[in-house]
Each structure stands twice: as C-alpha cells, then as structure tokens.
C-alpha cells in the first residue's frame, strides 16, 4: 500500500510536541502563547504585557486601611523569529510519517528548540540572588564546585523571596551536573535514585526540595566585571533602581551580583528581615561612572505601630552615605552559571504568524502548550522540490527574577 503524501498538517502537528520535548529548560520555564494576532498573524516588534502578582500589606487594628491594588505589569516584545528551512523532494515526501519525523523532523526542532532556549538562557543574567559554595552572602572566600548543599541553599534563598517551592527546577552546565552527581554518591537517598544517578552520570530529582534536575548546552560561562575599587554610595536614603555612587575604578557587567553595607533583605510576605544582606543585580554596564542601576528596586519598609505599610518593600533600610558596596565575587572571575528557578521566574511567550496563500503551496499553523508555530511550503519546478521552513515568532522576559538563583561553579 502506497504512503500516504506527507500534509502541512500533519508536519506541523508531529513538530510541536517535537519541539515542546526536546529541550527540558524550555518545558520548564513559564509559557504564555497569545491569541490576540490569531485572525491576521503578529509582527516582530509587538507588545505583550505580562502581569506579575500583587503585593498587599496587612493592617493591625480595627481601623480600616485602604490599600490600592498596585499592579506591575513586564512588557514583552515580541522581537524573535527563527525559523529552520528544508528542501526536500517529492519523493521525500512520501516518506512515512514516522521516518520523516525521526529523519527530518527531530532533528530540525531539536535545533530550532536549542536556539530558543539559548535566547532564553540570557535571562539569568536578571538574577538577583547568588549562593556559591566557599563564598558569604556578601562576598569573600573562595569558589569551589557546588555540592547537594548549595543547591539546597538555593532553593533556601528562593524561599526567602517567597517564591513557591513547589516544581522547582535546576539548570547545569554538563561539568556541574557531572561534579555534582558525584558529590551526592554518598548520601542517605532512596536505593533506587542512588542507582538511577550511578548509571547516568547524572543528578536526579526530586533531590534536596528541587523537583527537576537538568544540563543543557545553552548554560552560560559568565565572568564578572574588572572592577579595581569598587563604588560607594553617594548620599543617604536613596531609593529605587538607579543608585547615585561615588565612582570606582574599572568596570561592572550585567550580571553581577552586590551587596550594599547594612541593607537586609525583608521576607515579601511578612516584611522582617531575613537576617542577610540583599543581593541585587546589576542591569547596566558600570564602567567608573556616578550612577549604579540595579534590580530590585531599593524599597525600604516604613513601620506604623510595627506594621510595613510599604507594599513591595525589598529592604529594611537604604544605605548610609558612603556605604561599601560588595562584588559577590573577586573582579574577573570566570563562573559556570547554573540556575535554581520557578517557572515564572521567566517567561517565553509565542504569537501566531501570518497565513499565507498567494504564492505558496501550502501554509498552516498550529499552538499547543504555549507554543505556536507555522509551517510553509513552495514548489521548485526546476529541481522537482519543496522548499519548507518552520517559524517561531516570540519574546521573553524576566516575569519575577527573585524566584531564580545563581549556584555558580569554578571552570
């Protein structure tokens, strides 16, 4: 019985569930796919808004105190589209559909996916948190490789940022996952797990209250800035994300993790401190300049009657005047930047394509599982082949960055 000739159709219903599978930190992380260009298909350079949680204060007493509901809201720009593109006779197309698919097909969104997930990887750089085994909270000490218990800190510190245990993921590099796995050969663990991450060289969940253990390629290698003295800070009671400085030497990078003297983290829920110093991140390049940008904002609580009437306090004080500012590591050093997250830590968001008829063969689109993609054909008659492309139009962004933390490891 003759194959029946391969559609649109059924390529791109075999492609999505290809795509959605073959890279575990894509099917980990948040996933919105929009609706809204349904009818005449999206363009690079649309907006979404993505809305991030409320944050309330509670009132003690009985007196009444009306908060408003504040809301944040991430835009997100849709300004990626990638796409693969084959060429494939007519007789190729009569391939069955389980040949094509592990021919052609796997691998094509196997690398289509790899991709977008590397885009998506720059979003650790967003972080705001860091646990590094050898070295404080507020800098010193030495890296080492991490252990179990790093990670273990880490969901700690994602714990402290309210962010919600459940389904926690872990993102390694190759080399980490390798050291890691052998750091928890010895530990007390059910049988099963031990001899599961004995024979695969690789960490298993759920282990130390992380769901999702995972390596991936686009995991990236960070160096921290060449900073000579670090900046300190220029004039009290400052507040916000952008800092005003007395100018250091050298430079800091996007990614880089600081302290500022005295500033604790508050807990988001119940605004008392957490007893350590609060990370931020540095979101612009710093190069000796007077001004410092940061992610969180500086919010300090403000107390009535013992009661935070703030709502999005971050920390229970801004810095003094000339207080130190702290690298979490010493200037230059090259890391391995694995990541402890919740899925709405980011966000990857997909919008339909515009449908074609004019001068194509075929065209159709499908979503599913916040992915939507659209698959095209046109004839060559002069080689007997049909030239097809699959395309991806999406954004990413940082939806809640607190609910993701670095566990750095050494080259």
């Known amino acids: 019985m003759a194959n029946t000739l391969l559609t649109p159709q059924m390529v791109t219903k075999e492609a999505l569930p290809l795509f959605m599978n073959s890279n575990a930190f894509l099917g980990a992380i948040n996933k919105e796919y929009s609706d809204q260009f349904a009818r005449t298909g999206a363009k690079i350079g649309a907006t979404l808004n993505i809305r991030r949680p409320s944050s309330f204060t509670v009132s003690d007493g009985p007196n009444l105190a009306v908060q408003n509901d504040t809301q944040i809201q991430t835009p997100l720009t849709v300004s990626k589209q990638k796409h693969v593109d084959i060429a494939f006779t007519s007789v190729e197309q009569a391939l069955s559909l389980m040949e094509f698919r592990e021919l052609v097909l796997r691998p094509a969104m196997n690398n289509l996916a790899a991709f977008v997930a590397s885009d998506i990887m720059s979003l650790a750089n967003t972080s705001p948190n860091l646990v590094g085994n050898g070295i404080s909270i507020g800098g010193g000490g030495t890296l080492v490789s991490p252990t179990a218990a790093t990670f273990n800190q880490a969901r700690a510190q994602l714990a402290f940022n309210s962010a919600p245990m459940a389904n926690l993921s872990a993102v390694m590099d190759f080399q980490t996952d390798a050291r890691t796995a052998n750091s928890m050969q010895g530990l007390f663990n059910p049988t099963g797990r031990i001899s599961e991450q004995f024979d695969s060289g690789e960490v298993k969940g759920p282990a130390m209250g992380i769901a999702k253990y995972m390596s991936d390629q686009t995991t990236q290698v960070f160096t921290v800035g060449a900073y000579g003295t670090m900046p300190t800070v220029n004039g009290a009671n400052q507040t916000g994300t952008t800092i005003t400085v007395n100018a250091g030497t050298g430079s800091l990078n996007v990614g880089d993790i600081i302290t500022f003297a005295g500033v604790y983290a508050v807990n988001p829920i119940t605004f008392l401190s957490t007893g ?108 007997d082949q049909l030239v097809s492309r699959m395309d991806i139009l999406y954004g990413y962004a940082a939806l809640i960055p607190e609910w993701s933390c670095v566990v750095p490891d050494v080259l």
């Open 276 to 383: 350590q110093l609060r990370q931020f991140v540095v979101t612009q390049p710093y190069s000796a300049g007077t001004t410092l940008s940061i992610y969180p904002a500086l919010t300090p609580i403000s107390l009535t009657n013992g009661v935070n009437t703030v709502q999005f306090a971050t920390v229970t004080t801004s810095p003094a005047n000339s207080a130190a500012i702290t690298n979490a590591l010493p200037a230059g050093t090259q890391y391995r930047k694995n990541i402890v997250f919740n899925k709405n830590a980011w966000t990857l968001a997909t919008v339909d394509l515009p449908m074609y008829e004019a001068g194509v063969v075929s065209c159709h689109r499908e979503s599913f599982g916040g992915i939507s993609l659209r698959f095209l054909q046109t004839y060559v008659p002069g080689t």
